[in-house]
């Protein structure tokens, strides 16, 4: 069973994707780790209002920028300047970057970014 800090990592990024508000939320609720049923109903209140929601520009970039954090000191010359031509050209109708950050993570063995509900829904 996962605990509240667990399912807040895995859709930490997710969240970010969507709206800084409901990741700002989200991480309120997570702090501390001390979870009840009001918490939790809000909490599953707030991924039905994310699921509900189109990436912007903006949010993309800020997820995917602190996803990037995970490879940017691993990464080949190459890799950095793939990264860096796809984030340029990122819309939420041409998403190439969120892909090849999947394939990174792979790649890199993240396991906390193959945790990642962002991740896995690419």
Known sequence: MMTWQTTWAVNKYWFMSRSQALYN??????????WNADKEQEFTQL???ADDLVPTKATLTTAYQHV?????KICTPKEKAT????LAT???ENDD???FLK???IKYQVAYLL????????
């Open 90 to 92: 990122l819309t939420p």
């Open 115 to 122: 945790q990642s509900r962002l991740i896995q829904k690419i």
């Open 97 to 99: 970057l969120g892909p």
């Open 47 to 49: 991924i039905m209002t």
């Open 68 to 72: 990037w954090g995970y490879f940017k």
């Open 83 to 86: 990264y860096l031509r796809l």
């Open 103 to 105: 394939r990174l993570a």
């Open 25 to 34: 939320r989200g991480r309120l609720l997570a702090k501390d780790n001390e």
